[in-house]
């Protein structure tokens, strides 16, 4: 039985022939109610939607409740539950590995933005090819509730304690640092996270997709701001998110001009329709301009902020061959007798 | 040169005192960043390209330039290459230290210095050749940038002129080391050439050292043990790399790219590896891990601070039974320590490294040549066992040049484990990736992209059962640990055996990695100078196989000799091997940071055994001396 | 309450067979995050607020809400508090597992079920107590949201009922937990009555089992070991607290910050300490070690993984000389491994960590009122032998509840160990921070801010001669080594000695830390059912002191009991040891993640001894039998 | 004598009758020219200028030739060179145990930007009173010179190999997460980078500077952007500083308007003037925005970027008593019997 109810029809196939119950997986241990099931409910739709094959997903994640979810979703892909916050090298190793398969990392709030900041930040800087998700609720779960590092400053633990430390803006991060499609959605908006988990799934770089994802049991109560009822006050779509796969074709456009279209590696389409005329999603500093003033306006931009697709991802960087440096054959990852007679000859 | 090649046997007669022929060693004072290496260099190629077996290690400090440095070259007839205490033939080129590197020499030295110093005034039992360095580079340039580096081509003629090195092997040892740069090669050997006269003309040889051709060097090469290194993890199909510089390590990765750039480009013009400087040490194994698990011939390399920094993920990939190779080219710890210096400080901790019950498989190369092998073997036996796999090699390996027999080709063809295919999963209509199913310990698994429905299985450092599954029940995390410490068991009859020596003695000597050339010399003083006969051991992996119970068990005494100061290797010995036989062991731990010389084992060793040196040389009977414990 | 009394008086008639008094143990099988803690806590107060012995343990699962957790209690009037194997009153809570559970029962034991459930037709031969929850929760509250609460409170009555608890008790138990709410209080006691009055009405005591009150607790305390340590700290005088959450040590750390905030703000409404939540245990212990470099007292709490993250900085602080306290509240491993289930397997990781040549001091605490002392002497040793402290607890211990006599204010004044002030620096005329001024290895320290030109040191951890100052000669390297060495041969003047328990017999034990509890009902089974005289030593620190060396020699065989899969305790005594001594030891080493009982420990030793049950239950002889090797 | 000869007169004494030889360190190891002796030639200048007593300082550093370099000044202070990427954390247990001291922690750009960044980051968002300096050259020294995360891209080595991940801007960085003063400077820029370094000892908060500093063995050829010749040709300073201590009489004002006058914690005073008008020192979003474009720019921003007086700092939020812990006699740090017996009794 499906981990997770998605709202298809388990009947209907996709476009490779796969029911949605092809893409589920183990029944959740986690709080009944905790965003992270939704999430994984929409990764399981949009891998559905795009038509992915579940073996050549992979799903390397941290520790914690949101990175148990990996468990939930998708159990025909492999997965690995690596250790706190390190996922991004054990993805980084993963990818170059095997640059075919498509990456969908699974990382919290604590397990990023606290210990694991520092591989997050030099993950970014490379491009490389993954879908790096953070089911941020703004506090440990899996711990009992203390405050992570995205909590924001002021917020209140149900036992009354007061974060006086500036939260970490992920997205901000993202964008300063070299992330190719950046964005942030809640766990709550079905629409706006599956579409934007779609698009992310076209581009062929890092995306980083912050998701408020309330906890219900330590992060849902008055003061927080990581909450069901927070998040329905302060919600703040930025850009209106469209996107049609390159197997669909194109329906009626927007007028030109209110709405950005961005052409995705694979052909598919992104279309923003900015809902602040100044806004400009291909502009990193406005972008970072923009979302710093959120701040102060204590509102929660959503939305995609950031895309670009043109910057080389690591596997171009490297230069890697084709075929996955795992399956290599030994004839070409062992060079001849006369390679190795012609380095004897040069240390004579 | 016709010159020159008289004036070496003039100055030859000239000396009157016996000749000591193939038997010194030369160090150079200098300091670093003042491009000496190159000289130095040419100046063992030298005595290498004249078959004289020869060594030479570099003592360096931990910055960049302007500190302190020497040079040490060792030339032996019969092959020792190990550090010898008493330098014979001094260039003295920095005056900082000067002074107190002639006042530690041992009488009848001989000493190489810039003549403004006046050394000579420091002691009568010493001989002392006076150089005039300004005079002599004025005349082979002008160009102030260069005087530094042509001082020192100088000093290479003048010491050959000397030793009698052979001017043709001098320049075409400048010509390799200036290979690539035609005009750099002229300046250099013009250089040694005017040292090389000043020396005929000026100076009367008063000293016994003598380098004179031999042919022990026929079909050898040079080699430092990380590119030794490099180039078998290249011919072991590695294809992923990840490294975070430290010293001593970064050589072994800088040259291991350098050789895939020219070797592991693919007719698309692709490279067939992927290379990553991580941000640091934590992220450079986990990279390692997760390349592992996709599949990839995975290595990082590293020192000390760095495999402490690895102590959480190697845990990971312990219990998760993920192949991973790590080399720890080990420098002198505990934290920074010496980190130009060498040791054999990181067994204990690499054996058990990280939290809870884990046992790691140990490669402990002692030559550049196993350098070489163990770099293809590491990845061999991480991937048969499914686990990590530490190379112990160390700064004098690593960084220093030493002579070997060339390389041989792998002829094994790559084994990549117990890996199931699609068609494997379909035909077994699944698997279970913890599951002993051969009776070895070591599971099958699957790759990510295998394309079946049921390859898959999740990978997790958390408890599971046989299938991978979430678990927290007992049975399953005491079934699971019992395998995979079986895994341990099967390993002893496949990392590589010791190497032994035993001809039925009582003593017996234990030793490893580099502590090796000290012992072969130290056995022939002990035989010749004590009459004490001993067995060797050189142990060359953990697991320790049963070899090394045996060896222990048939004598009376077994000396651990080691550079650490704790007697890892015998601590290691006392844990995995029954309480009588440790009865036996005794230890010889030292280290500051220099590579072991033979006589300081020597001593130890009659030290402990309470012998007298053996008038005609020969004192059987001290091999069963009663020793102390 | 009278109907109440007399019911049970009535019950405790009925029940025909011969009666178990106060020696039996309770599982209560249900979910987290069900609430039933506080009812379970209710249970485990009313029994010991009746005088009777007892403990209780909670095995819950590594998520937040909706699985398996088994709390067991047990009550024994000897004062057995360890985890025993059988069950004989099962509180069967949780559909998922209830059926499992029962089935897992001995004969004759009961179980008290929700009726719908019908477990009673699975077993003939147990006793069942049918209870119709949603019918009774119902008579106590319609508010949906406390359904779950409530019957919980209503098996303690129902339980309480059939095994003879005293109702004033219960109510006052219930009173405590529920001190700050009133309301909550009233609805559970009266939750608790109805069911008490459910059992005294509708069902008959049918199990031999029953608490009857005793005198064995007065004065005594309940607390878990993470609390007392946090206790401990705060007497220690602890002023700077750095953590990264983790289980099973986080309440450790956030019942220290209630304790602080509560009686460590001074008159000025400041706080005279600072606690940070770390972003990682790099930092944490990389702050406890800053701030313990500048004068404070610093320490941390964390389990295996931060262990091993700590490991680089572990050996700075060692190399460096700087003191830090590291609370190890050890699950099990490796990897996250059963983050949820106890362990004793750090050992050996600890006392060796991090690269190079390191020895770590680890104190080993096995009750609640030893996790209150040695948190205080922790500080003090660190201090003194200006070191890294390891105070090794472990999930069994830290985070369940344990009886003890209530805590002993310490008597010894705080000691800082060797720092000199201005003054000292002045009349001394400088200092050299690394010499050994007094023979014991342990150099003299400023603090920074000290004010005298000549109070500052260069502290690094990088190679240093004895004024601190940047050096890579060997002689200065290896005498700071032997120096650092001789403060660990120092410290086995200083560590906890050994409990040892000698009365000349020929089988002793060697345990450490909770497995204590095991021991020491192991040791009256052997002697009561085979007549086997054992003696006892219960390590309590490492470095070891001389009583272990010497309980070992005057032993035949030494069986070394511990929670871990290699037998980490027992390698440490090899390596510690001579070899002579080891010949002795014999392992008993598990770990499943469950406390050990005392009857695995008993089954095992009279295994190995060869021992049969002893007919009259006295066979002195067994004593002497040959033993298994 | 001196390690780094300094502008000062050695025979003349500050407020506090130091002479500037009374803040010299050891002789230097590092290479000739290399720019951490320039730096560490300003820091002896800026204390001796501002009278600060030596025993008040500490000198926490990571590992590098930079972080080597508190050796070589202010032996009179106490250093601690710690572990690789880690001084951050040393440095805030030190500032704990001991608020009263002036905390001066060096790093490097590897140690800070490449290993240390997660701490950097942690740091960062605390507020921790302390001057933290990037010695700044985009390689790693010590280790002979590879790239480091602040290499910019493109940029080249001299063994010709060419960076192409993007350099992490520590200076934004700071700034996005809660340091209250952040600038960048370079070694050869005598008087501004003394002037910050003054006005920096003065605030009581996270100073953050970075430091360009020309590493002139692996990095200072044609073709790095962290050379003195690149420096001379793209260093654009956007505030000009002037810093006024509390001890000195104020001299002759600006226009106002045209100066940014910020008052400091300790009643000396900060003069920008801003060299751009629509630039606002006080305001992230407008600084982050400049130092965003300044990159596509290819210019080097220096001077002060933010500043912020008011935030409170890591002491103040942890409401720290007034004499240092370290020092607190056992009366205030060990409770009485009375205490233990209370505790006691709630267990029974
Ligand atoms: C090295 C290490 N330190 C600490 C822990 C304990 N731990 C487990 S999960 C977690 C935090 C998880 O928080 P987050 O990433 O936000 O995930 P969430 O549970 O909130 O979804 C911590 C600190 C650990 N497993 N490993
Ligand atoms: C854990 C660890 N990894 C690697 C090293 C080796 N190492 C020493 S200094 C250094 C980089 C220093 O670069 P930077 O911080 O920029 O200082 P610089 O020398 O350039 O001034 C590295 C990688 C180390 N000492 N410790
Ligand atoms: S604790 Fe919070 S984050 Fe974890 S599963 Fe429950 S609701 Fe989700
Ligand atoms: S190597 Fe570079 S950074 Fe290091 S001292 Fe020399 S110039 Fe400075
Ligand atoms: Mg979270
Ligand atoms: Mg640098």
Redesign the interface.
């Known amino acids: 039985m499906a981990s997770t109810p998605t709202s298809q029809n388990p009947q209907k196939t996709n476009r490779i022939g796969l029911t949605v119950l ?1 893409y589920k997986g ?1 029944k959740t ?4 109610g905790c965003g992270h099931n939704a999430i994984s409910e929409r990764i399981i739709d949009a891998m559905y939607e795009m038509g992915i ?4 997903v ?1 799903k ?1 994640s941290g ?1 914690g ?1 949101s990175s ?1 979810s ?2 939930y979703f998708m ?12 996922m ?11 640059h ?2 498509i990456a969908l990392g699974v990382s919290g709030d604590g397990d990023t933005a ?6 997050f ?2 993950l970014m ?2 491009n490389l090819p993954i879908l790096y998700i953070i089911e941020d609720n703004g506090v ?5 509730g ?2 992570s ?1 995205t909590a924001d400053i002021g917020s209140k633990l149900k036992t009354g304690v007061v974060n ?3 939260a ?2 992920t997205c ?2 993202a964008i ?3 992330a190719t499609f950046v964005g942030r959605s809640f766990s709550g908006d079905k629409k706006q996270l599956l579409t934007m988990l779609k698009a992310a799934i076209a581009h062929k770089g890092t995306v980083m997709l912050d998701v408020i994802s309330p906890c219900v ?1 330590f992060n849902d109560h008055e003061g927080s701001t990581k909450s069901y009822k927070f998040m329905k006050d302060h919600d703040e779509p930025i850009t209106d998110v469209n996107f049609v796969p390159a197997f669909e074709e194109i329906e009626a456009d927007y007028e030109p001009g209110e709405v950005l279209d961005v052409t995705m590696h694979d052909g598919s389409r992104l279309k923003l329709r900015k809902l602040e005329d100044d806004y400009d999603p291909t502009n ?3 972008a ?2 923009r979302l ?2 959120s701040k ?1 306006r204590d509102e929660i931009l959503t939305g995609v902020f950031y895309v670009d697709t043109k910057a ?1 991802n690591f596997i171009e ?6 075929a ?5 054959p ?1 004839s ?4 001849g ?1 006369e ?2 007679e012609k ?2 000859e040069e ?2 | 040169m016709a010159i020159g090649e008289t004036a070496v046997q003039d100055l030859a007669k000239e000396s009157g005192q016996k000749r000591i022929v193939n038997d010194l060693s030369i160090q150079v004072a200098t300091v670093n960043g003042s491009g000496s290496q190159s000289a130095n260099t040419v100046l063992l190629r030298t005595i290498f390209q004249m078959g004289v077996p020869v060594s030479g290690k570099n003592l360096f400090p931990s910055n960049i330039a302007g500190l302190p440095t020497w040079y040490t070259i060792r030339a032996n007839k019969n092959g020792y290459i190990a550090r010898k205490k008493e330098i014979d033939f001094l260039i003295a080129m920095n005056p900082e230290t000067a002074r107190e590197d002639v006042l530690a020499l041992a009488p009848g030295s001989a000493v190489l210095y810039d003549e403004p110093l006046n050394l000579n005034t420091l002691r009568q039992d010493l001989t002392f050749y006076p150089v005039l360095y300004d005079k002599l580079v004025a005349s082979v340039t002008t160009d102030a940038k260069l005087r530094k580096l042509i001082k020192n081509m100088i000093y290479v003629g003048v010491a050959g002129q000397v030793l009698g090195l052979e001017v043709p092997e001098i320049e075409k040892a400048i010509g390799k080391q200036f290979a690539a740069k035609k005009k750099a090669a002229e300046l250099n050997i013009n250089a040694a050439r005017v040292g090389y006269e000043y020396a005929a003309s000026s100076l009367t040889k008063a000293d016994p050292y003598y380098v004179q051709r031999m042919d022990a060097n026929r ?5 430092d043990g990380n590119s030794a290194a490099a ?1 078998g993890a ?7 790399v ?1 490294w975070y510089p430290i010293t001593p390590s970064s050589s072994l990765c800088e040259t291991l790219i350098d ?1 895939l750039k020219e ?2 480009i ?1 007719p ?9 400087q ?3 040490e ?17 290595m990082t390399a590293t020192s000390g601070p760095g495999i402490s920094l690895m102590a ?2 190697t845990g ?1 990939a312990y219990y ?1 039974e993920v192949p991973a190779v790590i080399w720890d080219i080990q420098r002198v710890g505990p934290s920074t320590g010496l980190p130009t210096r060498t040791s054999q400080g990181d067994i204990l901790s690499n054996a058990y490294l990280s939290h809870g019950d884990t046992k790691h498989l140990l490669l402990i190369p002692a030559s550049v040549s196993e350098c070489f092998d163990f770099a293809i073997e590491a990845f061999e036996l991480a991937e048969r066992f499914q686990t990590p796999v530490f190379v112990m090699s160390d700064l004098d390996l690593g960084m220093n040049n030493w002579m070997s027999d ?2 041989e ?2 002829e094994k ?2 084994s990549r484990g117990k890996v199931l295919s699609a068609e494997d999963v379909e035909r077994l209509g699944g698997f279970s990736r913890y599951k002993d199913v051969d009776g070895d310990g070591i599971g099958y698994r ?8 049921q ?8 408890g599971h059962n046989e299938k991978g ?2 678990s927290e029940r007992p049975d399953d995390f005491e079934r699971n640990m019992a395998r995979i410490r079986k895994k341990f068991e099967t390993a002893k009859q496949a990392v590589p055996k010791p190497v032994v020596e035993d001809a039925g003695n009582k003593v017996g000597i234990l030793a490893y990695g580099t502590t090796h050339w000290a012992i072969v010399e130290s056995r022939d003083q002990l035989r010749e100078e004590y009459g004490v006969e001993t067995d060797y051991l050189r142990v060359r992996a953990f697991p320790f196989t049963e070899e090394i119970e045996d060896f222990i068990r048939r004598h009376e005494v077994v000396f651990v000799v080691e550079q650490n100061r704790d007697a890892q290797m015998l601590n290691l010995l006392k844990i995995e091997f029954p309480a009588e036989l440790s009865l036996k062991l005794r230890s010889i731990a030292h280290i500051h940071g220099l590579p072991i010389d033979a006589r300081s084992v020597t001593d130890e060793i009659v030290g402990r055994l309470e012998v007298k040196p053996a008038p005609a040389g020969k004192a059987k009977a001290a091999g069963r001396a009663q020793e102390q414990r």
Request: charged share 15%; proline share 7%; glycine share 10%.
């Open positions: 092809e183990g241990t986690l709080c009944a094959k579940p073996e050549q992979i390397p520790i409740c148990k990996p468990a159990s025909r892909s492999h997965s690995f539950n690596g250790v706190h916050g390190r991004p090298s054990l993805a980084t190793g993963a990818v170059l590995a095997n075919k398969l606290s210990i694991g900041i520092g591989q930040v030099h800087r490379r440990y779960g899996l711990t009992k203390q405050f590092a006086d430390l500036p970490i803006d901000s991060l300063m640092l070299g049991t990193k500093a406005v970072l301009k710093a003033e102060e080389p960087m490297l230069n890697l061959t084709e996955p440096l795992a399956i290599l030994e070409v990852v062992r060079p007798r390679v190795l380095c004897m240390l004579r | 079909g050898k090469i040079i080699i180039l290249m011919f072991g199909g590695v294809t992923v990840t050789y070797y592991r693919g698309d013009g692709k490279a067939t590896f992927a290379v990553v991580a941000e640091d934590l992220a450079a194994v986990g990279m390692v891990i997760g390349a592992g698990w996709a599949g990839a011939r995975a959480e993920f990971l998760v060339p390389f080709y792998p063809p790559i699957t790759l990510p992209g295998t394309d079946h429905p390859a898959a299985y999740f990978a997790r450092g958390s599954q979430y």
